[in-house]
């Protein structure tokens, strides 16, 4: 047997030491990336439909990004934001919050590592800047799986479970559900949701104790449900009647994905806090909190921070991921290309009953599988349609919370022989499905 062979083997075997608890469809041992593509050790290429759950925004390996990041390294890895400026920080602190969604607005940026902490971060500024203890999320919601973060999450019990007692003071209102009739129930289904949180403020907190209203702009994790436009403007005006900020939670939104910087600004509504993670630097840990500097300059020195916060080669490949996300229009490839994958999806899944739903915007993408008759969710073809496309070599993830809808997520680089061979692949799995 070769080195190499034996090297290879020892390494996949290595994989019996990482803990069950990363959910994972398949055992699959990657060696490099480049676009769309993940290429497997052994040599076998995927297309990745998940972007490493929309992460690799500019596609794996690009090398403008990584030209940035073997930069950097070279010259520092640490630059601890207390302690030094760093110029890539500095630069991203003046860059980025001329993004922030909505007019006029002078923000101010705050950088940490994880999603999960960033949403940390923007209940903390909403709870320090109102002095009140409360927190409405939306079921369906997820926002991440620290302890704080886990609280405000309801899309799957799992990432709760046997946690308790996790932190008060946190309530759930309904998220309005997907729009497939038109204006009307667009209308009632916001005025729902609207009224779901008048109840909560009827029967269990007063509006005058509530911090932050935190929404997705459109539900990730809990099943790629997309609101009716107005919604979050909706919700603008009722936190604004209460004094309440409006903090929306853009890390799997954000960068593009869905054919907008962030996807908010499809709705008009000018939020409080922006909270940003996943695309942002194309792979590298990064994340953090946009708000306006009023609100910014409200935590004193010392309010919050971190070791890592804003790393210094994270900040470079988020600069570098700003520039290609502008020079190669990503965000309007994500919207042409999510239109004609969708368009083609839905075509040619048409006469199968147990494809309910196909939704989204732009790279941000649902197919739900339920019964047609009763609506019950159908986890299990969910499941087979992962294996079926992995069998084709393509991979695609599940969510939602009964996890019965397949989300594309792929990077916005995506080309249209990409759409192409997707879609071929797509339609092949969902025919080769059990009835
Ligand atoms: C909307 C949303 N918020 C928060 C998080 C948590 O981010 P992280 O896993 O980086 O902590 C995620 C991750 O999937 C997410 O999709």
């Given at each position: 047997m070769s080195t190499a062979t034996t090297e290879h083997r020892e390494w996949q075997d290595g994989?019996?030491?990482?803990?069950?608890?990363?959910?994972?469809d398949a055992d699959l041992f990657v060696e490099s990336g480049a676009g769309c593509w993940l290429t497997m050790s052994g040599g076998d290429r995927y297309l990745d439909l998940t972007a490493g759950i929309a992460v690799a925004s500019t596609g794996h390996a690009h090398p403008r990004v990584v030209q940035a990041v073997a930069e950097q390294a070279g010259r520092l890895l640490h630059g601890q934001q207390g302690i030094v400026y760093h110029q890539p920080g500095v630069e991203l602190h003046r860059r980025?919050?001329?993004?922030?969604?909505?007019?006029g607005v002078d923000a101010r940026i705050f950088l940490l590592n994880s999603g999960s902490e960033a949403v940390e971060a923007a209940v903390k500024l909403a709870k320090r800047v109102t002095r009140r203890p409360a927190i409405i999320c939306f079921h369906g919601g997820f926002h991440g799986r620290t302890h704080f973060a886990m609280a405000l999450?309801?899309?799957?019990?799992v990432f709760r479970a046997?946690?308790?007692?996790l932190a008060s003071s946190v309530y759930f209102a309904s998220y309005p559900t997907a729009?497939?009739?038109?204006p009307d129930s667009d209308h009632s289904t916001i005025a729902r949701s609207i009224a779901s949180i008048r109840h909560l403020f009827a029967?269990?907190?007063?509006?005058?104790?509530?911090?932050a209203f935190l929404v997705e702009p459109i539900l990730g994790e809990g099943g790629y449900v997309v609101p009716p436009d107005p919604f979050l403007a909706e919700l603008k005006d009722l936190a604004s009647q209460h004094g309440i900020l409006l903090i929306v939670?853009?890390?799997?939104?954000?960068?593009?994905?869905?054919?907008?910087?962030?996807?908010?600004e499809w709705s008009g509504a000018t939020p409080d806090i922006v909270v940003m993670g996943k695309g942002i630097a194309s792979g590298l840990p990064l994340s953090g909190i946009m708000a306006a500097a009023d609100l910014m300059d409200?935590?004193?020195?010392?309010a919050n921070g971190g070791t890592?916060?804003?790393?210094v080669v994270s900040c470079a490949a988020a600069l570098a991921t700003l520039d290609v996300l502008e020079d190669e229009n990503l965000t309007e490839n994500a919207l042409s290309k999510g239109a004609a994958l969708m368009t083609s999806l839905r075509q040619a899944t048409?006469?199968?009953?147990?494809?309910v739903d196909i939704r989204g915007r732009g790279l941000m993408i649902g197919i739900e599988f339920a019964n047609?008759?009763?609506?019950d969710p159908r986890p299990d073809l969910a499941a087979a349609f992962i294996s079926e496309c992995r069998k084709r070599h393509v991979l695609v993830k599940g969510c939602g919370t009964y996890r019965n809808v397949i989300r594309l997520m792929p990077p916005?680089?995506?080309?249209e022989e990409d759409v192409l061979f997707a879609n071929a692949a797509l339609l092949d799995a969902a025919h080769s499905l059990p009835a």
């Open positions: 994989a019996r030491y990482v803990p069950r608890t990363w959910a994972r980025l919050p001329g993004h922030f969604p909505g007019v999450t309801s899309s799957m019990s046997h946690y308790e007692p729009s497939r009739d038109g029967t269990l907190v007063d509006p005058a104790d509530v911090a939670d853009e890390i799997q939104t954000g960068f593009g994905r869905t054919g907008r910087m962030f996807a908010t409200q935590m004193e020195p010392g890592f916060g804003g790393n048409e006469g199968l009953d147990a494809v047609p008759a009763s609506g916005l680089v995506l080309t």
